[in-house]
């Protein structure tokens, strides 16, 4: 519900209270609310403001805002709106994330609320605006993008045509599109939903529609016509009217302290951490393609108008372009791209957006009519995990791939990589999991032949394969189970690996039998339990955990205060699984004697508050593609099927 004070406006009341868009566009220095009637059509003289909701089934809502200025808007209206978003999230409970949106660089988002596009019109917005008038204006439109249309009017001239995008003429009768032969198919294919949209908004249904081929022009009647509108057909120019330049995107990042008149002050550069951030400042992270305004839980109203302010008149004042996107960020809604900035970022991300992600994707594919089931929770179901079907284990070094034995295929190497291939049946097929699990000490060269080595194995085996790349301490919660249970030692047996050391005159701290070994212990059951060896100190331990401390034929075994009892049930079966003959000590955190203190290099500090789940982050789209020998991703705003399915290759 919105929370109205006396420095918020009253055309907030009751926002937010229905999933969908708000629309309110400043006229006379006030804000005037947009019919739906009107949605997707902003002028180019006003700044707009965009109210997105979407409620969720269980947890809060979700709001975003963005404040839209068009390239003719004047400062006073600018300034103006940026200032309502403010109140705006303030009659929300400061719990939305904020965007500026400039005319022609729209983000993402942004665009694909509107479908199939948004249409800016020339000059300003006024709520008498009556029918048009007797002569039909006509107008050459260029629409760019993939995924999200961009649509811009141009001058209505053949020079304003190219071979790499596509054009609407819209006329009074007919509209044409104009397909560029360098133009893609899914520019076409959205350009085509714009036609379509122009057609039944501004046409009433009751025009013609005609495709233009580029480079096709002889006994087309619909192509003479269109040229016909520019004087004739004549070739246009072989290179593009328009070059695009791409920007390099730079990961590296300022951060600046804004005070309470606006003045900006260095706070820190390569080595960011949360803590920087104080709950009564406000901030401005500048990305360079990108800024930032992080304004804290305990800052006022005016503190983050004034922070907004000097944001944008730093960008202004730098000469920045108008592509560099400016968010504004309340605390605790850090999107994932701030947080990627700052090197430790407690984590709080709630697990449901993670299934929303899912669930979205699984409607596509079913759209399509592929049939998709849902995994069941880790050990429901031990079809998955069923180990007296196969299970094969590859020790990758160089060239060399090894089978391991049933007993080695338990123990794995940090410094080494491992193909890891499952075959089970499950409802009558057989199925294969095949996972290439790379230690977080492994050698790069080492990494590049397991995976061509696994993509080997998938061409080899009968049948579809699943295929998956794994990294050590980010493992999948099928994982652990096909191996029931798992050792995870220090050190590394590849030939690289081995050689870096010597290279690097590393002392590593690799597994020996006969000297002492600290392995942290983790699992839920006894079919799923795991071993890890960590660094032999005091700050290893956690109370979260029970730990296992092996020294030649005795060990101790730490039981944290936070563990629980099916912790201390795996402890003992890894303990019989480590050594069936071994007889441990058994010790609970602050009862540790003097010889387990000695053994871990002397007593210190170390972590003793809960440990929080691993952070589920939410769910990202991204389309890949090579140019040049280089990989570019883009990051996708929206889930539509066109994506999955127009697309070379879609990440996840």
């Known amino acids: 519900m919105s929370r109205l004070s006396k420095d918020i406006d009253s055309a907030f009341q009751g926002v937010g209270t229905k999933s969908g868009l708000e629309i309110w566009c400043v006229y006379n220095k006030q804000l005037i609310s947009i019919p739906k009637s009107s949605f997707g059509k902003f002028h180019s003289g006003n700044a707009y403001l965009v109210l997105r909701t979407f409620l969720r089934k269980i947890e809060s809502p979700q709001y975003d805002i963005h404040y839209w200025l068009g390239i003719d808007a004047n400062e006073v209206d600018s300034i103006l709106a940026s200032d309502k978003a403010l109140e705006l999230d303030a009659a929300l409970g400061c719990c939305t994330v904020q965007y500026r949106e400039v005319q022609g660089q729209e983000t993402e988002k942004f665009l694909s609320y509107f479908k199939p596009c948004i249409i800016p019109v020339e000059g300003k917005y006024s709520p008498k605006t009556g029918i048009a008038g007797e002569t039909y204006q006509v107008t050459l439109l260029r629409c760019k993008g993939d995924h999200v249309v961009r649509v811009k009017e141009v001058p209505f001239l053949r020079s304003s ?136 839980r305990n800052t006022s109203l005016t503190e983050r108008k004034t922070s907004i302010s000097s944001s944008e008149e730093f960008l202004r004042k730098e000469g ?58 880790e050990e429901d179901d031990p079809l998955y995990t069923n180990c007296r079907d196969n299970l094969k284990v590859w020790r990758v070094d160089g060239d060399d791939v090894s089978l391991l034995s049933i007993p080695d295929q338990t123990k794995l190497f940090t410094g080494d990589c491992y193909l890891v291939q499952y075959k089970y049946t499950y409802k009558e097929r057989t199925e294969h999991l095949l996972y290439v699990w790379i230690g977080c000490e492994s050698i790069q060269q080492d990494r590049a032949d397991a995976i061509t080595n696994a993509s080997a194995i998938v061409g080899s085996t009968k049948g579809e394969s699943v295929l998956c790349h794994i990294y050590q301490g980010n493992e999948p919660s099928r994982f652990f189970p096909m191996f029931q249970s798992l050792v995870v030692f220090k050190g590394g047996l590849s030939r690289r690996y081995k050689v870096l050391l010597a290279e690097k005159e590393k002392i590593g701290e690799e597994y020996n039998e006969n000297k002492a070994s600290l392995f942290r212990v983790v699992g839920t059951s006894p079919r799923n339990m795991q071993a890890i060896q960590v660094n032999l100190v005091a700050t290893s331990l956690n109370s979260s955990y029970s730990y296992i401390l092996q020294y030649g034929a005795s060990a101790f075994t730490w039981i944290g205060k936070l563990s629980s009892d099916s912790d201390h049930e795996v402890l003992d079966r890894m303990l019989y699984f480590l050594d069936t003959s071994c007889q441990p000590i058994y010790i609970r955190e602050g009862n540790e004697t003097d010889t387990f203190w000695n053994l871990l290099g002397g007593k210190s500090e170390y972590p003793k508050e809960k440990e929080m789940r691993k952070q589920i982050e939410e769910p990202h789209l991204f389309t890949c593609s090579c140019s040049s020998g280089n990989g570019k991703y883009l990051s996708i705003s929206f889930y539509h099927l066109t994506v999955l399915f127009s697309s070379a290759l879609v990440q996840l």
Request: aromatic fraction near 12%.
């Open 161 to 296: 045509l190219n071979h790499d995008d596509v054009f609407i003429l819209d006329t009074a009768s007919k509209v044409f599109l104009f397909a560029g032969c360098n133009s893609s198919t899914q520019e076409k294919a959205k350009a085509m939903e714009v036609v379509e949209y122009i057609k039944d908004n501004k046409h009433d249904g009751r025009c013609e529609v005609a495709t233009i081929e580029d480079g096709k022009f002889s006994g087309d009647s619909d192509a003479g016509e269109f040229w016909s509108f520019f004087g004739g057909y004549a070739p246009i120019p072989k290179l593009s009217s328009s070059t695009t330049q791409e920007q390099t995107q730079t990961t590296c990042a300022e951060l600046f302290w804004i005070d309470t008149k606006g003045n900006l002050h260095p706070t820190g550069t390569s080595s960011l951490d949360k803590d920087m951030l104080e709950k009564n400042k406000c901030y401005m992270l500048d990305c360079h393609s990108e800024v930032f305004v992080w304004m804290g």
């Open 320 to 377: 920045r372009s108008t592509t560099t996107s400016l968010v504004l960020l309340t605390e605790g809604l850090e999107n994932a791209r701030f947080r990627s900035f700052f090197n430790k970022w407690p984590q709080t991300v709630e697990s449901s957006l993670y299934n929303e992600g899912r669930e979205k994707v699984a409607a596509l594919f079913k759209q399509k009519g592929y049939d998709v089931e849902e995994l069941p929770d």
